[in-house]
């Protein structure tokens, strides 16, 4: 059994290493996104960059790099046969966490990648469906106000077991123990990953979802 979780989490960082951002925009553009903008491969830096069409492939790609193992590959005959329902549960999340660390630390990328969430929410979209709308709306809501995507993302992290812990309590929907505390150590996960952003924030110098960096921003039509 061993041997099977150490091939499913090594494709599932396989798969979240797949760097969409960067062979997007070398692809169309013929440039590396971590060379502009803010250096993050991740679709909020694609936008700012090289506009919103590229940067909604970008998103939806690497919401599917998180969905795919959880959803798919950790359901496959050869990786569950045998496995209790519990066992089932650790072994997704194990795929989705792995996927996560593989957006972030893409072997395809010299190991830089983005910073985790859309993966994420793919992997919450595969393990737990009915709260990722009130993740998302926590998210579109911030950024809706406050013009921030970090802000956003770290106040969704945070959310998130809030949401689950209610959904349990209002019998709307069993979030499994080990879920909640992943939500938990996630959200740390998060702060540390946009750690530069915060510090932005916290001196008023954040740049806003808004605002296109000047000399960057290319139209992919």
Known sequence: MAIKLLVLFLISYL?????SSIWVCKAYFGKDIRKHGS???GATNVYRTFGWKPAIVVAGFDVF???LPVAILANLTWFSH???ARALILSQMGAGCFAICGH????FGGFKGGK???TAAGMLWALFPIALP???LVFGLTVFITGHVSLGSILAAMSLPLILLLFDTF???HAPTELIGFAVLFFFFVIWTHRTNVKRLLNGTEQSFRTKKEGTTHDPS
């Open 15 to 19: 798969c979240g290493s797949i760097p």
């Open 39 to 41: 250096g993050n491969a």
């Open 65 to 67: 790099k998180g969905w």
């Open 82 to 84: 045998g496995l209790s």
């Open 104 to 107: 972030v630390w893409t072997v």
């Open 116 to 118: 985790g969430i859309a």
């Open 134 to 136: 009130t993740c998302l």
């Open 171 to 173: 019998n709307l929907g």
